[in-house]
Every structure is written in structure tokens, then in C-alpha cells.
């Protein structure tokens, strides 16, 4: 129970920093919305007006304070750019991002935790040793250069599917989810190349331990041995990995949109920067990071789970 108590402090406190840092960041960055809005249009006298309309004039102390209760009452406040409500806006772009986050990590479970079973199982034959190759390539090259790599082979050259031709969830849920294939793919190759890396090291590194020894000497078989005994033990460095793999996927979703043409979270955050709108983007980014302190609390919560042995050590 204390061990839950204080990581969910630790959150609440996480997340509250989080926020003040974006509000601040967003505050003393150059150039102003009342400006950007009024255009050529803007004279001293209309810039003072639209900003003591909007509140901007108020202490900075005030401000952000207001922000988190309107926030957590769920009024984000009205775009600059778009004249609408925030939230209305963000909630025609969260099932996009959070679609895409959620099948890049299915992809990284699909390939890598079978994978990585395997080449551990199988180490020393040469198709586990080829995996190790490939792995290393694949681990070297980033997302972002993953995903132009996909869409000029299967986009521009065999014309798998047409780059920049989105296809909203609302007009066609399965072609939405098919285009989000070779985006969710890009994502996925390279950390599942090290999420595979880190199981098979894992697996290796716990079979050489005296309990596997132990309890092969019972009878147990190899299946047995590496199912019952060493994979639960292997595990936990792998869920921390996953762990934050998901969180850097929900964070890392704004390069590979912009490179796909996707109109989630990411194009509207870089667009909303662009032009000043700070309700946008801030609402963008807190939400970002609020999923990604969120998922992290769960792994730690998770752990007790799997190891008894972190409890115990987090209690003395």
C-alpha cells in the first residue's frame, strides 16, 4: 500500500511540474498571440485591448493557476487559430494519435517477445545469429528515417498504399487502420529490434543462474525450465523497457505523423507553435506528458507484480 502511495505522489507531483515548466515555456517564448491574431491590423492600442481580453496581462502565477483548474474541469480555452473550443478540437485528434501509439506497441509485442523467446531458445543456431544482424540494423536507423525508407519502397515504388492519402477513422475505419499500417511499422522495427535484443539477453543471462540449474536436476525439461522458471525473471527488464517504450511512442508519434501526413496530435502541435496558438499547444503537451507519466506509474506499479524482491527493497 505505501509503495502505491508513493509512486502515485510521485505522479501527481511529476505531473504538476510537467505542467508549470510547458505554461512558463510557453510564456516567455518570443513573439505574441494578441499580435499574431490581429496580423496587420495590430496597433498598440488593439494589441493591449485583445490581451487584457484574453487575460494575458495578468501575474504569471495567476495565470497558470487558472489554467490547471480550468484543465482538470476539462475547459482547455478557445483556439486563437481556430476559433473552438480546445477540447472539441483535441478529440478529433486523440483517437488518431493514441490509434497509432497503441498498434506501433502491439507490433513491438508481436515481433519481439516471440523473437527474442526464439534466438534465446535457439542462440547458437545461425538463423538466431542472422536475427542479431538484422537486429543491429535495425536498431541503428531511426524511425523517422524508417518511415521515409517505407514509403518511398511501399508507397512510391510498389504502391502498397498512397503517401499523404489519409483516410479518416470516421469515413472509413478500415482504410483508416490500413493506411496506419506502414506508420505503426516504422515505429515498431526499431524498438522491437531492442526490445527482442533485451529479451534474448535476458533469457541467456538468467539460464546460467543456480536455480535453472536446480531445476533441471528435478527433471524438468527445457521448455519447463524457460517458461515456468527463467522467462517470469527475464521479464522485468523487458516491462521496464516496454514500459517506456509506449511512452516514447505516445512523445515520438509527432515526427512519424509529420512524415506520413498524419492530422493528429503531432502536425497540430508543430502548427499550433507556428502560430502562437498557446491553448493548443499546451493543452497538447500536457496531455503528452500526462500519458507518459501515467504509463510509467503503471510499469511501477507492475513490478511488485513480477518481482516480489522491488517491493521489499522500495519498504526498507
Same mark, same amino acid.
Request: proline share 5%.
Given at each position: 500500500?505505501?509503495?502505491?502511495?508513493?509512486?502515485?505522489?510521485?505522479?501527481?507531483?511529476?505531473?504538476?511540474?510537467?505542467?508549470?515548466?510547458?505554461?512558463?515555456?510557453?510564456?516567455?517564448?518570443?513573439?505574441?498571440?494578441?499580435?499574431?491574431?490581429?496580423?496587420?491590423?495590430?496597433?498598440?492600442?488593439?494589441?493591449?485591448?485583445?490581451?487584457?481580453?484574453?487575460?494575458?496581462?495578468?501575474?504569471?502565477?495567476?495565470?497558470?493557476?487558472?489554467?490547471?483548474?480550468?484543465?482538470?474541469?476539462?475547459?482547455?480555452?478557445?483556439?486563437?487559430?481556430?476559433?473552438?473550443?480546445?477540447?472539441?478540437?483535441?478529440?478529433?485528434?486523440?483517437?488518431?494519435?493514441?490509434?497509432?501509439?497503441?498498434?506501433?506497441?502491439?507490433?513491438?509485442?508481436?515481433?519481439?517477445?516471440?523473437?527474442?523467446?526464439?534466438?534465446?531458445?535457439?542462440?547458437?543456431?545461425?538463423?538466431?545469429?542472422?536475427?542479431?544482424?538484422?537486429?543491429?540494423?535495425?536498431?541503428?536507423?531511426?524511425?523517422?528515417?524508417?518511415?521515409?525508407? =517505407?514509403?518511398?519502397?511501399?508507397?512510391?515504388?510498389?504502391?502498397?498504399?498512397?503517401?499523404?492519402?489519409?483516410?479518416?477513422?470516421?469515413?472509413?475505419?478500415?482504410?483508416?487502420?490500413?493506411?496506419?499500417?506502414?506508420?505503426?511499422?516504422?515505429?515498431?522495427?526499431?524498438?522491437?529490434?531492442?526490445?527482442?535484443?533485451? =529479451?534474448?539477453?535476458?533469457?541467456?543471462?538468467?539460464?546460467?543462474?543456480?536455480?535453472?540449474?536446480?531445476?533441471?536436476?528435478?527433471?524438468?525439461?527445457?521448455?519447463?525450465?524457460?517458461?515456468?522458471?527463467?522467462?517470469?525473471?527475464? =521479464?522485468?527488464?523487458?516491462?521496464?523497457?516496454?514500459?517506456?517504450?509506449?511512452?516514447?511512442?505516445?512523445?515520438?508519434?509527432?515526427?512519424?505523423?509529420?512524415?506520413?501526413?498524419?492530422?493528429?496530435?503531432?502536425?497540430?502541435?508543430?502548427?499550433?507553435?507556428?502560430?502562437?496558438?498557446?491553448?493548443?499547444?499546451?493543452?497538447?503537451?500536457?496531455?503528452?506528458?500526462?500519458?507518459?507519466?501515467?504509463?510509467?506509474?503503471?510499469?511501477?506499479?507492475?513490478?511488485?507484480?513480477?518481482?516480489?524482491?522491488?517491493?521489499?527493497?522500495?519498504?526498507?
Amino acid at each position: 500500500m505505501r509503495y502505491g502511495i508513493r509512486k502515485g505522489m510521485t505522479m501527481i507531483i511529476t505531473i504538476l511540474m510537467v505542467s508549470l515548466f510547458v505554461f512558463i515555456a510557453f510564456s516567455v517564448i518570443p513573439g505574441d498571440p494578441a499580435t499574431q491574431m490581429l496580423g496587420t491590423n495590430a496597433t498598440s492600442e488593439k494589441v493591449n485591448a485583445l490581451r487584457e481580453q484574453m487575460g494575458l496581462n495578468r501575474p504569471l502565477i495567476i495565470r497558470y493557476f487558472q489554467w490547471v483548474h480550468d484543465f482538470v474541469t476539462g475547459n482547455m480555452g478557445v483556439s486563437y487559430s481556430y476559433h473552438m473550443p480546445v477540447k472539441t478540437l483535441l478529440a478529433e485528434k486523440l483517437p488518431i494519435t493514441l490509434t497509432l501509439s497503441l498498434l506501433s506497441f502491439l507490433m513491438i509485442l508481436l515481433l519481439s517477445v516471440p523473437l527474442g523467446i526464439i534466438t534465446a531458445k535457439y542462440y547458437d543456431r545461425y538463423f538466431a545469429k542472422l536475427f542479431d544482424i538484422i537486429n543491429q540494423l535495425f536498431m541503428a536507423i531511426p524511425p523517422f528515417f524508417t518511415g521515409i525508407l =517505407l514509403t518511398y519502397l511501399f508507397g512510391l515504388l510498389l504502391r502498397a498504399f498512397t503517401p499523404g492519402g489519409f483516410v479518416s477513422y470516421k469515413s472509413n475505419f478500415g482504410a483508416f487502420l490500413a493506411y496506419m499500417f506502414f506508420p505503426c511499422l516504422s515505429i515498431a522495427l526499431p524498438k522491437a529490434a531492442m526490445s527482442m535484443r533485451m =529479451l534474448k539477453t535476458s533469457v541467456l543471462s538468467e539460464s546460467k543462474l543456480d536455480y535453472v540449474r536446480t531445476a533441471y536436476s528435478r527433471g524438468n525439461k527445457t521448455d519447463q525450465v524457460l517458461y515456468r522458471h527463467v522467462l517470469r525473471n527475464a =521479464l522485468l527488464p523487458v516491462i521496464t523497457f516496454l514500459g517506456m517504450t509506449l511512452a516514447d511512442i505516445v512523445a515520438g508519434s509527432i515526427v512519424i505523423e509529420q512524415v506520413f501526413s498524419i492530422p493528429g496530435f503531432g502536425r497540430l502541435l508543430i502548427s499550433s507553435i507556428a502560430n502562437r496558438d498557446y491553448p493548443v499547444a499546451q493543452a497538447i503537451i500536457a496531455i503528452i506528458a500526462g500519458i507518459v507519466v501515467v504509463i510509467n506509474f503503471m510499469v511501477d506499479i507492475l513490478y511488485p507484480l513480477i518481482d516480489p524482491r522491488v517491493k521489499q527493497h522500495e519498504n526498507q
